[in-house]
């Protein structure tokens, strides 16, 4: 089988933070506030105060305000990782990616775990995208595909 249509290659790079540096929002879904306020050990009504910003329809961390895009990116990675929202999990696992070819090839150049590791299955992958449009409905309802 065409290797294109069987699945996507990826690898986070060990060390990389170049996505955390994109300029762009980290949008919240749920459960993502309760998640790193619970791992950072703060009252979840604090950690809004602090690092979310609302409108409508959108949740999304604030920036620092100093021209980094994230506080919780610190001495070269991702200070929650283990509780980080979900957009960032699943990167770059996102619809608009997965769903277009071309999207995913220019997307390596500023990722360089795509095209590195093992296969992910196109099944898997689609399961991962999918958990994008169930976190985001507001984004991908609205708007297409667009995050
Ligand atoms: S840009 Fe890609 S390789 Fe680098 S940290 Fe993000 S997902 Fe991993
Ligand atoms: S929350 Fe973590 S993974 Fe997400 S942008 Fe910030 S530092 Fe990067």
Redesign the pocket.
């Known amino acids: 089988m065409d290797p294109a249509v069987e699945g996507l290659r990826f690898q986070?790079?060990p060390g990389?933070?170049?996505?955390?540096e994109v300029n762009g929002f980290v949008y919240l879904g749920p459960g993502d506030v309760a998640r790193a306020a619970a791992f950072l050990k703060m009252d979840p009504t604090e950690f809004e105060r602090q690092f979310v910003y609302r409108t409508r329809h959108r949740t999304r961390l604030r920036k620092p305000g100093d021209g980094r895009q994230c506080h919780f990116l610190r001495d070269g990675g991702c200070s929650i990782h283990p509780a980080k929202p979900t957009q960032c999990r699943l990167?770059?696992f996102w619809p608009e990616l997965v769903d277009d070819r071309k999207a995913w090839r220019r997307t390596a150049a500023?990722?360089?775990?795509?095209g590195q590791g093992p296969l992910v299955q196109i099944g898997t992958a689609k399961q991962l995208s999918a958990e994008m449009e169930t976190a985001y409905p507001a984004i991908y309802l609205s708007f297409g595909g667009s995050a």
């Open positions: 986070c790079q990389c933070t170049a996505c955390c990167f770059p500023h990722c360089p775990g795509i």
